[in-house]
């Protein structure tokens, strides 16, 4: 196949930058986050159709079918209307908001009585860890509106809430994938693995990769105590709400639909470059070039990536990549979308956190996965 970068290459290219840097440059851009990255997986889609159908051959010679779902068709506009509801997102954000808006005070007050016998930090330990490893079986969306409404009724300033939710996404991100229940990416990685030679079953991820996940999730809990440390010596006895009403409750449900679409819409209008130029790259660098996966959807790039012709180092690496650098900036998981738009926080906020943390998790799986021979199995 040749790779020479074709005009719609550079497009593409273009767009994944000014999505990158765009909500740290322009302050219109980031308080439209959602709006912003509906137009740019607008272009994303619209752009990728104008590739010449030679092109599209050559890429997809062994799949023909192909072809014709590239740029703008039938089946990516109802995947993108209708799958933010149909896996739940949306619903469980409005229908979580309600029950949140209404049983608050309590939430509150039990809060406070727990905070009497048991260290707060103790308490944000155990919610990093616990949130991080059962968002395989709640699912990732549920335990993320489970983390932004104990963080609100927690005595922290907003500083460290943002610190403490920004950790707990990423304990959320990595434990939500060792089962196919808790997020799109487990589901479409057993999906893909579930024939010969792997014949994935329910518990194949867990068995592969809880080695990486539980260590990470506790060691995310411990990070997350030592970020609480001065400001909860601070803060008052109960934390206030900011200012919500029930019209906000219905507002965030249209911002995160908004934004899983947007999400959906760059995914399938990034396909073409995402299967020309990563199908072959080794998976030492497909690591590192997974970072991507901070601003598009990973369930997006793991049906592009994974096959079952990988070795398992191989697709634990994949797997590895997309879920840690999920965790560096909003759009990169849904996790991260559902609190950021529930604690009102900004792209660079959160950056200044996810960025480096993302980064020094990524350095430290990376020589985990390649270069330290410890691959323990379980067996469930």
Not at 352 to 376: A, C, D, S, T
């Amino acid at each position: 196949m040749a790779l020479q970068p074709t005009p719609v290459d550079i497009g593409l290219f273009a767009i994944v930058l000014i999505v990158l840097v765009g909500p740290f440059m322009v302050r219109k851009i980031e308080h439209n986050l959602e709006a912003f990255l509906f137009v740019m997986g607008v272009l994303a889609v619209t752009l990728s159709g104008f590739e010449s159908k030679e092109v599209l051959e050559q890429i997809y010679i062994n799949n023909p079918e192909a072809v014709e779902k590239i740029g703008w068709h039938m089946e990516l506009v109802m995947e993108a209307i209708k799958e933010p509801i149909i896996k739940g997102i949306v619903p469980a954000v409005l229908v979580a908001g309600l029950l949140f808006h209404y049983g608050r005070t309590t939430a509150q007050r039990a809060m406070a009585r727990i905070l009497e016998v048991v260290p707060l930090k103790v308490i944000v330990f155990l919610m990093v860890v616990i949130l991080g490893l059962s968002s395989s079986i709640i699912t990732a969306i549920i335990a993320s509106l489970l983390l932004v409404e104990l963080v609100n009724c927690m005595p922290l300033d907003r500083k460290t809430k943002i610190n403490v939710v920004i950790i707990a996404c990423f304990s959320i991100g990595l434990g939500a994938v060792l089962t196919p229940v808790g997020e799109p990416l487990s589901t479409i990685a057993i999906t893909k693995l579930q024939g010969p030679p792997y014949n994935a079953g329910f518990f194949f991820l867990f068995n592969r990769l809880a080695v990486y996940i539980i260590p990470g999730c506790l060691a995310m809990g411990l990070l997350a105590m030592f970020f609480t440390g001065k400001a909860a010596k601070e803060a008052c006895a109960v934390a206030a709400e900011e200012g919500a009403g029930l019209r906000d409750v219905f507002v965030r449900a249209l911002k995160v639909y908004i934004f899983v679409m947007a999400l959906l819409l760059l995914g399938g209008g990034m396909k073409t470059v995402i299967d020309k130029y990563l199908l072959t790259v080794p998976p030492q660098i497909l690591y590192w070039v997974n970072m991507i996966s901070a601003i598009l959807d990973n369930a997006t790039l793991t049906a592009a990536e994974l096959s079952p012709s990988m070795d398992i180092v191989q697709i634990q690496a994949v797997l590895m990549g997309l879920l840690i650098s999920g965790g560096m900036l909003i759009p990169g998981n849904i996790p991260n979308i559902i609190s950021a738009g529930k604690l009102n926080i900004t792209s660079k906020e959160w950056a200044k956190l996810g960025v480096p943390l993302g980064l020094i998790l990524m350095v430290l799986y990376f020589i985990w996965v390649f270069y330290i021979p410890f691959h323990i199995e379980f067996h469930l």
